[in-house]
């Protein structure tokens, strides 16, 4: 068998069938969305940061796509409470594919990746880094 | 002797020309269903290309000496080959080579659009038409300020005629349609529709992409005034596509690439430009790519498009057939009988590009995404959809293992 099923391992398949932290938060201190226009797959993904307005303390995530993008976004999710902005900031997509745990092919990079940049990008319009509308990923 | 027009294909001698055929993947038999993305190549020619680099490699139309002289006549022919091939009685003068359709699309978006197009002029395209097109002429129309507007598709994947006849009015100046569509594989009434472009004094460009390689075509019968189609969808390379046009429309129009080989008389200050269809050929053409599509309509010759177009015709109709067995299964565009050789469909549980993803696994090849037609499935309301696509190697028993893969993929999903 070659890439394909292997990227279809337990973890993702049960990530995508019931994901982790769906949904929408109530007055989140930031929400922003991204995409992967040529596939279709959308995130969304809300954050609420403690006072310390640093650390992570709820995460929901929402959207629509592919079963790599919508477990990537599951998995992220689960990683990311209790983690600092800075900690966020240093995730590189590495850390995603290793979060997934299976070899992901060269195409399906960038659906693996999406929910990582959401987060990333989302997190800098907040510290206003910089301002753009929505995130995408190619 | 050449086989008669109702004559099955012979798919296992067929199969034999194309040595990629003979691949595996992961140890399994490639099943290759993404034909209206790219055709696969046949050794007749592969050899046309390896003769042309091995004996007569040179620079057409300037030089004097042997290999130029025979490099040159072969190009040149193949203009003449590709004209006959679809029924231009101008010959070579209404034949131009391009890179792609997609370039041939620009080219007269350029040429003629930029020159002849303003404010009040309108564009009709479809709801089906592939990015070439519709993309070309959206940015066209937002540079010349001409309207573009879209015949709208039923729900069955038809054309609405009416709505077609309501939108083509006097003020339409050019119609640009797919003959047939790459995602839904509708067939247009692309005579219709030229005559009642020219009812108004409008032109047409019809698409060929995906109805050359597929079907016998003839474009005075259609009556187009700019007709295109890509080499590589049609057992050529890539790099090498043709636009059709009305010798006297090509004759009024500018050239789109100046530079070397297009140019007749050149002073510091004026120049004078070459004949059709060189004219429009600027800079070194694609010479080995032009000689070898000549080969590939011998060879859909030699086989016959209207057996080729009956052999995919009862493809499609047999994976229509054993797609919608399944319920959890949608499948675009028009009813079995009544399609190209392709069908785009969506497994409910699954998105298409895991679908791909998981048939890559069962060795079948097929296309998952938006097809270069991310309008028309917004309005199919998908993202995304799977295309399986057929060509005359194929038999009903890849049809089958695609049909295992889908299988596959909806237990793992399940």
Redesign the interface.
Known sequence: ?????D??RQQI?DH??NPRNYGELEDPTFSHTGEN?????TIRIDIVLADDEETIERVAFSG?????SQASASLLTEQLRGMTLTELHELDRDDVIDMLGVEI?PM?VK?AVLAEKVAQDGAKIHTGEFEIDTTQTE | MKASTTDPLDTERIRADFPVLQRE??GTQLVYLDNAATSQTPEPVIDTIAEYYRTYNANVHRGLHQLSQEASVAYEEAHDRVAEFIGASGGREEIVFTKNTTEAMNLVAYAWGLAELGPGDEIVLTQMEHHSSLVTWQQIGKKTGAEVNYIRIDEDGYLDMDHARELITDDTAMVSVAHVSNTLGTVNPVADLADVAHDHGAYIFVDGAQSVPHQPVDVEAIDADFFAFSGHKMCGPTGVGVLYGKRELLESMQPYLYGGSMVRKVTYEETTFEELPWKFEGGTPVISQGIALAAACDYLDEIGLERIQRHEHALAQYAYDRLTEFDDITVYGPPGDDRGGLVSFNLDS?????LS?????HAVAIRA??HCT?PL?DTLG???SARASFYLYNTREEIDSLIEGIDDART??A
């Open positions: 068998m070659g890439l394909g099923s990227m279809y398949l995508y069938k226009p040529t596939c279709g797959d629509d796509g592919c079963a790599i092919s399906r659906c | 993947i992961d699954v998105h298409a590009h895991d993803s998981i048939l890559n696994d995404g938006d991310q499935h998908t993202a995304a793992l999903f």
